[in-house]
């Protein structure tokens, strides 16, 4: 069902339903306006998407506002509460994606979210890429922005939970569940009563892994960025805990047992732990968020303490294949200044036309791209200022993006580099691409793969020259410093491989550069000792 932009004064209920209702973001995924444009409003009756019915991940609300929610009465135990001011899922595995869900309220818990598995178990349900910002439960209320219970099964990934007000669990409750809460930015929330960011409790056994939990707050040692309680015992690995107003890092209240690993913790008001040793890996040291207003929890650079600092187990690496870093996003060790991850930006040839591509890991409140092109050392000149490219907006995984270049001319050499436009007008730039057109063979020269990879000591790197040409193979260290020349020359055309043996280096990641007169191309290794 594809809904049309415009605020609709209504709820959804999809009735045992598995069916998808999308807004037309469906049609335009790097266009987030579809989001804010296409508004589902209940007037403050009810909740404004129900989910009861046994629907299944087939079952998919995705791409709208969400906002004016009052709940559901929900049965638990003999009571009644009011829970799911903007969503209520009940015993289903529904999937709810990319949707902004604000300004809802309940009286007793879940104002943006309430999930239960109900009866019989087997529920799994899908909350991802989702803005969960400003809803608000009465003053006894719990999970101003999730509250998630008896759930055996899920995922909580991707999604930014900011801004939420309750009694105890300001950003996300969580109530003997097992479920998944990896990959989350949590800020900014506020418990009045315990547990600013994240409230366990009730022998809830979640996984919290590689989350940012950051600036949040309750009382004094109540615990301002996660509190354990009744019971539980979850595993929380990876993540950044930092600048609690107040109320300390975490705590444990009664007998639980939380598994704590590689944790960062940073000037949080009250102390990192209370009650509560640190766990295995765990460390303090400044993060370094890129910061701003909106604030921005990308790692700015390599020296943020979160680099390379989660668990070392391969298991873990993030997308770049370096070991992982603490928090929801991970410093890409080709990373160019810009407020996204941009894993890569490559060019590639066919006779006049440009094919410029690239990668980001995660984009946060931009709006699109400006493809800018000059020759020797005149200015640049942008391309598709009318059309840009459009982003995400928010987005905690991969995209890609391209854009193809007509108006080339043969035989000429062009530098090409991307205008990051936010939304807030703000603008950041890529690094450059030199690119000579010519015919579709000079745009293939790449390094196309090593073997193996990670490797100890010695890996076989493979690359392709379409024509023949002076061609040089170097290796870097992840400072930038040259580490060896490997080839140097004056090569035939085709496919051609060549043995690097890093015996008398230490374990960690390489940059393999092949360069040309036309072009370059480079790949990460890893090696493993």
Avoid at 184 to 191: L, M, S, V, Y
Wanted: charged fraction near 10%.
């Amino acid at each position: 069902m594809l809904v049309a932009p415009g605020t609709y004064l209504e709820r959804i209920d999809f009735i045992g339903k598995n069916i998808v209702v999308t807004s037309e973001w469906m049609n335009t995924p790097h266009d987030c306006t579809a989001i804010l444009n296409t508004i589902i409003d209940a007037g403050g009756v009810g909740s404004v998407v129900t989910m009861a019915n046994g629907e299944t991940e087939a079952a998919i609300c995705q791409g709208f506002t969400l906002t004016g929610g009052h709940g559901t009465q929900h049965q638990i135990g003999t009571c009644d509460y009011q829970v799911g001011g903007g969503v209520f899922l009940y015993g289903v595995s529904g999937t709810i994606k990319k949707n902004r869900i604000i300004d809802n309220y309940t009286m007793d818990g879940g104002a943006g979210l309430f999930i239960d598995e109900g009866v019989p178990p087997g529920a799994a349900p899908q909350i991802l890429e989702n803005t969960i910002v400003e809803n608000t439960t009465g003053v006894v209320g719990c999970g101003g922005g999730i509250l998630c219970m008896n759930v055996n099964d899920g995922k909580i990934e991707w999604n930014y939970v900011e801004n939420n007000t309750a009694h105890s669990g300001g950003g996300i409750s969580l109530k003997h569940t097992t479920i998944s809460v990896c990959r989350n930015i949590i800020h900014h929330n506020t418990a009045t009563g315990d547990g600013g960011g994240v409230r366990i409790y009730s022998q809830a056994n979640p996984e919290l892994i590689n989350n940012t939990i950051s600036h949040n707050t309750t009382l004094a040692m109540a615990g301002g960025g996660i509190i354990v309680m009744d019971g539980s015992a979850p595993v929380i690995m990876n993540n950044i805990i930092s600048y609690v107003t107040n109320g300390c890092g975490i705590v444990v209240w009664g007998i639980s047992s939380p598994q704590l690993s590689y944790n960062l913790f940073h000037s949080n008001t009250g102390g990192n732990y209370f009650m509560v040793s640190p766990g295995v890996g765990d460390l303090t040291g400044d993060p370094h968020f890129v910061g701003g207003t909106p604030y921005d929890y990308h790692l700015a650079d390599s020296l943020s303490a979160a680099y390379n600092a989660g668990n070392p187990d391969p298991a873990y690496n993030d997308p770049d294949g370096t070991r992982n870093d603490c928090g929801a996003f991970f410093y890409p060790y080709l990373g160019v200044p810009m407020p996204i991850a941009l894993l890569n930006f490559q060019a590639t040839v066919e006779d006049r036309a440009v094919t410029l591509s690239w990668t980001t890991a995660s984009e946060i409140n931009t709006y699109g791209w400006v493809v800018q092109r000059r020759q020797g050392t005149e200015a640049y000149s942008s391309l598709n200022s009318e059309t840009p490219v459009l982003s995400q907006g928010i987005s905690l995984v991969s995209n890609d993006y391209s854009y193809q270049d007509l108006t080339a001319e043969v035989g000429q050499t062009y530098l090409y580099r991307l205008m990051q436009v936010d939304l807030d007008g703000s603008l950041s730039y890529s690094n450059e691409l030199t690119v000579t057109v010519g015919s579709a063979d000079l745009a293939r020269v790449s390094i196309q793969r090593n073997y193996p990879n990670p490797f100890n000591p010695q890996t076989t790197i493979e690359y392709s020259l379409p024509i023949a040409t002076w061609a040089k193979i170097s290796i870097f260290d992840a400072t930038g410093k040259l580490v060896t020349e490997l080839a140097s020359g004056y090569q035939t055309a085709g496919q051609h491989s060549i043995v690097w043996n890093a015996h008398n280096l230490p374990s960690g990641l390489y940059l393999c550069r092949l360069e040309t007169p036309e072009q370059s191309s480079a790949k990460l290794l890893v090696l493993v000792k």
